[in-house]
């Protein structure tokens, strides 16, 4: 499986964005898309995950109110808005995906994107 993560880039404080997340490899009729960040200097950290059959979603508690997690089976696509973006908001965004399992440990799946990088500025 191969995952292409894109839509990141340049945002100004209080903007909003859209991250997509597209799969190729296979067709996914199962399992678990996950999106993770990483800011400099720190940990890769849980923000959002789907269940690709059903839709539904889990967020991590401090990501709740301004992001969503969304797939388009028909394209076989994932994505990520971030409204109200802060510049801690300010990381690499990876997607990631996995068959079963703990939805918010990285350890835990299986393929990975390339990560986009969305940087907002003051």
């Known amino acids: 499986v191969q995952l292409q993560a894109s839509g990141g880039g340049l945002v100004q404080s209080g903007g909003s964005l859209r991250l997509s997340c597209a799969v190729s490899g296979r067709t996914l009729n199962s399992g678990i898309m996950g999106w993770f960040r990483q800011a400099p200097g720190k940990e890769r950290e849980f923000v959002a995950a789907?269940?690709?059959?059903?839709?539904?979603?889990y967020y991590a508690d401090a990501k709740k109110a301004r992001f969503t997690i969304l797939r388009d089976n028909s394209k076989n696509t994932v994505y990520l808005e971030i409204s109200a973006l802060k510049p801690d908001d300010t990381a690499a965004y990876y997607c990631?995906?996995?068959?079963?399992?703990?939805?918010?440990?990285?350890?835990?799946?299986?393929?990975w994107g390339q990560g986009t990088l969305v940087t907002v500025s003051s």
């Open positions: 789907i269940y690709w059959t059903s839709g539904v979603t």
């Open positions: 990631a995906a996995k068959r079963y399992g703990p939805l918010d440990v990285v350890s835990g799946y299986e393929d």
